[in-house]
């Protein structure tokens, strides 16, 4: 134990504490948590706070009793966290923290700002950097490092020692989440005013908002730092210098940290999240600023890739732009392109209650508001521009003002015709900064001409590539898979063709136009019925064996709107009609009857189109697609339905619609029919690139089946410097390449154990040759890969061959992870399909035998030898692993974390075999018992039948093992025929069974016993 301490402690803890003393410019000073002046029980440091409150107030310095008054009031916003959560408290406390409350301390009784924090002076505040502090609440903790500003607990850290391969930040930031320290619920009240929590091991650093889940903890770095330098101690201490530095936490304080409100599916209620930046959000908002305020150059493009947030970054910059007095009250305008973007932005924004915001309705309304000067921010779509009329004679266009800035989302697209020239203007000298998630393709070069500054390397103000995003845990990687090569349609050779034609009658482009849409080769052969028939079985075949047993859904992107309700009436017939729905843009499709649909009037082309498609379309099914296109809040209901794993709708079927601005973390596979290039193929394939964690599956990639070869040539698909793309999509061919080599490497951890025995035997030859947490971990990481290659793959054939030897070192796997959060990156749980896998190879063999065996005689374990001990003792051990590992319950986690601690003192030689033994048999029974409890394994009619007969023969040792056997039948199947749910609580329930007992044991000569009697029935009473 005391190694332990010895390295958390003077490698990790104080590594970061020092390099934080060391800062320079900066004011943390080093307190140890035992001289902090506070007691135990006390969350604030009430002498520096009241310090700090005088110091920043000066009606408070005057009457210093005020301060008292203070510290008061923030203690009431403590204490309501019992009532509202954590998460509302601790947003309710930021109000605080970012003076926006008054009291009535000034002249005459005036309300006064109380300022508990300088933001603009930053050496006016008080900062200290604590060590180990203590703090009593529902538990006794010691916190590792707490930063203090003003006697405020603003950010609390949890180190790791480094010494064990598998343990990495998230074992620090477990201690946060859940387990046995659990903080934010056992020590909730300290983290009412926590701006931040940190973790490390000394390897790896991660920080997180308070009741984050592991995914959404990221790491701290800048866009430009090389791979190599982002593991090991250096790396931590540049982490914590970038992040922990005065200056950081106050702007991330007064400028980023948000509050949200999210919908977790339709029957549980919002939830009420805190947002904190990662850092390249942080760090571009930041560059935004600064080249506003230096007035030089006006403009500045961002590329950070697909899915990392760049509506969330829109927002941080708006807000820091609107919070800065030195801009004199300025217009942020946010441009859009899209109406699903700009639904999208509108709930970024809309969630996170941002003051000042106005979404413009009308291209009429947008010319309003900047001829009459409107500050705030305003949310506009690019197309609202469209009808500004350009007056060459008019060099002030509609407002020449310098401080209004606007931001343009996915720039590569909205800048196109003339509608950048339109706002520029209109705007003469206002910035202007784009966002883009797609690199600058060599056709796109002159349009990026509006945000592209020269004097950046490369156009980029700010980059933040697909390799970094997927490092640092923003998104996850895409593969794609080629499917029915039978079915792809030469695209080329049709181009080609038609080019000739053209060619030989001398078509201008205006006939090429006509031709082309009239003969529509192309489509004719992609919606082919055969063709469509057989891709639909193929969708239905891999969604089922792919995607449904991970609990993730899909999208179907066809080529266009006849696709879309060809593709819905084969997958319904096939799958049920409520998995599947469309969301496509009807109002342009060439199927609404004058004056029909929308003004409430019969719209009769639905039947047309029924009958040139040869199709059974409804029109009630007409009219939904319709509502859904036209209605954004049936709209978002539907993306809600499908966000919801509960919900039964598991296919989404689309042409243009949803292919941007839609975020659905449960999208994991796409499948793609429809011939898609450059920034439009990179969106697409983005949909399925989001996190997605629940029910402890972590969705490790996202994935497109390609039925068109579009990624056969990706060089020609994504037209940009392959440099910028590196890695953007591979082939799952990749992986059936890396799969053999990689099970290899595992099985090369196992020299001459025989595979084929069985049960615990095989299972404790195998475990021997993991000795140790150190080859335990090594084993761990090389199986993780593993995992995540047979998960991609499987259920396809090639893996045949090799499913006997995964599935043994899946069970090897399962017998050794250990339980609770302990190296959780690289003892991932693992996938649904192979737990299923094992359990359906596995006879989970039961403990009851070996606990009632070595119970009934304990001192019978000081008779078995050494090594006897040692093997009862591990297969004791793996049992109770396996039925401990099963369940969630924070006790059951409890007694795994105890197990492993055994093992680690009988593998480390603090205790012989003979305690091991012990120490493992209180565990199995307290384990039996929890399981009783808690009803998390029922008891079975055998257990009940075995346990009585014990009881009796405890009970009457001389009646003869026969009579006892047709006692307890007789028993039980009286008390079977008798009982009823809840009978135990009835008025009428135990004196029923009471009679049936008695009327038992009667029969056998036994009804004057008492005491058999009485066990009997209290035995029933909690078993029947």
Not at 490 to 517: M, V, W
Not at 945 to 974: C, G, H, N, S, Y
């Amino acid at each position: 134990m005391g190694e332990f301490m010895f390295n958390e402690q003077t490698v990790t803890e104080n590594g970061i504490i020092d390099r934080l003393k060391g800062l320079s410019g900066e004011h943390w000073k080093y307190h140890h948590g035992e001289n902090l002046p506070k007691r135990a029980q006390d969350i604030f440091v009430d002498e520096w706070l009241k310090d700090a409150l005088c110091s920043l107030n000066p009606d408070i310095a005057r009457q210093p009793d005020y301060a008292d008054e203070v510290i008061y009031k923030l203690r009431g916003v403590v204490l309501e966290a019992r009532h509202t959560g954590l998460v509302k408290a601790n947003e309710n406390f930021q109000e605080w923290l970012m003076a926006e409350k008054t009291l009535p301390f000034g002249e005459n009784g005036d309300h006064i700002t109380i300022n508990l924090i300088d933001f603009d002076n930053i050496e006016n505040n008080h900062f200290i950097v604590a060590q180990q502090v203590h703090y009593v609440a529902a538990t006794e903790v010691f916190f590792d490092i707490v930063l203090y500003v003003n006697g405020i607990p603003l950010v609390v850290g949890e180190v790791k020692t480094a010494t064990r391969p598998s343990v990495t930040w998230q074992d620090g930031a477990a201690d946060f989440i859940g387990g046995t320290k659990h903080y934010w619920k056992n020590a909730e009240p300290f983290f009412v005013p926590n701006l931040l929590c940190f973790a490390s091991e000394g390897r790896t650093f991660a920080y997180g908002a308070i009741n984050a889940g592991p995914k959404d903890w990221g790491p701290w770095h800048t866009t430009e730092q090389e791979e190599e330098q982002l593991t090991g101690m250096a790396s931590v201490l540049a982490s914590v210098e970038g992040l922990l530095n005065a200056r950081t936490l106050l702007q991330i304080l007064e400028s980023f940290a948000l509050f949200s409100t999210i919908k977790t599916g339709k029957k549980t209620p919002p939830k009420r999240i805190k947002l904190l930046p990662r850092y390249p959000q942080f760090e571009a908002a930041k560059q935004i600023v600064d080249r506003v305020k230096t007035g030089y150059p006006k403009k500045g493009l961002i590329w950070h890739f697909q899915g990392s947030g760049k509506s969330l970054l829109m927002l941080y910059a708006a807000r820091m732009l609107r919070a800065d007095n030195n801009l004199k009250n300025p217009t942020v305008l946010v441009v859009v392109d899209r109406r699903d973007l700009d639904s999208q932005i509108n709930e970024t924004f809309g969630g996170a209650d941002v003051k000042n915001l106005v979404k413009v309705q009308s291209c009429k309304k947008l010319g309003e508001h900047i001829e009459q000067d409107s500050r705030g921010i305003l949310i506009t779509t690019i197309f609202k521009f469209q009808d500004i009329e350009i007056d060459e004679s008019n060099h002030k266009g509609l407002n020449n003002r310098d401080n209004i800035i606007v931001l343009v989302d996915e720039a590569h697209r909205t800048q196109e015709g003339s509608l950048g020239d339109k706002m520029r203007w209109a705007l003469p000298n206002a910035h202007f900064y784009g966002l883009t998630g797609t690199p600058i393709s060599s056709i796109e070069r002159n349009t990026f001409k509006l945000f592209g500054a020269d004097e950046d390397p490369g156009r980029y103000m700010n980059r933040y590539s697909y390799k970094q995003s997927i490092r640092d845990g923003a998104t996850v990687a895409v593969k794609f898979e080629p499917r029915l090569a039978e079915l792809r349609v030469d695209r080329a050779s049709i181009d080609h063709e038609f080019e000739r034609l053209a060619e030989e009658h001398g078509l201008d482009n205006e006939e090429k136009t006509a031709l082309s849409t009239r003969a529509g080769k192309l489509a004719v052969m992609l919606k082919a019925p055969k063709r469509m028939e057989a891709i639909s079985d193929d969708i239905v075949e891999h969604f089922t064996s792919h995607v449904k047993p991970k609990r993730l859904k899909g999208m179907v992107v066809v080529y266009d709107r006849d696709a879309c309700v060809q593709m819905y009436y084969l997958l319904g017939q096939k799958l049920g009609f409520d998995t599947v729905e469309v969301v496509m843009n009807v109002d342009q499709a060439p199927i609404k009857a004058k004056g029909g649909g929308k003004d409430g009037k019969e719209n009769k082309d639905w039947r047309k189109w029924s009958k040139e498609l040869e199709l059974p379309i409804t029109e009630k099914d007409f009219q939904r697609w319709q509502e859904i296109d036209g209605d954004d809040q049936l709209q978002k209901d539907l993306i809600e339905s499908y966000k919801d794993p509960e919900n039964p709708l598991q296919l989404l079927i689309v042409t243009a619609k949803l292919l941007t601005g839609f975020d659905a973390p449960i999208c994991y596979c796409m499948y793609l029919d429809k011939p898609l290039r450059d920034h439009t193929l990179l969106q697409a394939m983005c949909r399925t690139n989001r996190l997605y964690e629940a029910n402890g599956m972590r969705k490790e990639m996202g994935l497109i089946i390609d039925y068109l070869g579009v990624f056969e040539n990706l060089r020609t698909a994504l037209a940009y410097n392959p440099d910028e793309i590196e890695g953007v999509v591979e082939g799952i061919e990749r992986f059936k390449e890396m799969l053999p080599e990689q099970l290899k490497k595992c099985l090369a951890f196992f020299p001459g154990v025989d595979r084929s025995l069985e049960g615990f035997e095989g299972i404790i030859a195998a475990q021997e040759c993991l000795p140790t947490n150190e080859k335990r971990d090594e084993f761990a990481a090389a199986f993780g890969v593993l995992s995540k290659l047979w998960s991609a793959i499987n259920p396809d054939p090639f893996l045949a061959p090799y499913r006997n030897d995964y599935k043994w070192l899946a069970q090897i796997y399962e017998s050794v992870r250990p339980i609770g959060q302990t190296g959780a990156l690289v003892w991932a749980a693992l996938g649904p399909e192979t737990i299923k896998m094992i359990h359906e190879n596995t006879d989970i063999k039961r403990i009851r035998n070996d606990i009632d065996e070595l119970v009934m005689d304990e001192h019978a374990i000081f008779t078995l030898t050494e090594k006897e001990q040692e093997k009862r003792a591990r297969r004791l051990e793996i049992d109770l692993m396996g039925r401990l590992r099963g369940s969630g319950n924070p006790e059951f986690v409890a007694l795994g974390e105890r197990l492993e601690k055994l093992r680690q003192q009988y593998e480390a030689g603090v205790i012989k075999a003979i305690d091991w033994l012990k120490g493992l048999l209180d565990t199995a029974k307290e384990t039996v018992e929890l399981e009783r409890q808690t009803g998390e394994r029922p008891v079975t009619e055998e257990d009940n039948v075995q346990a009585l007969t014990k009881l009796f023969m405890e009970t009457r040792p001389d009646r003869t093992p026969k009579v006892i056997q047709d006692v307890v039948e007789q028993i039980d199947k009286i008390v079977k025929a008798t009982r009823f749910d809840g009978w135990q609580n009835s008025a009428s329930g135990p004196r029923e069974i009471q009679k049936a007992l008695m009327l038992t044991l009667v029969q056998f000569g036994l009804g004057k016993d008492k005491e058999l009697f009485n066990k009997a029935y209290e035995y029933i009473k909690g078993h029947y």
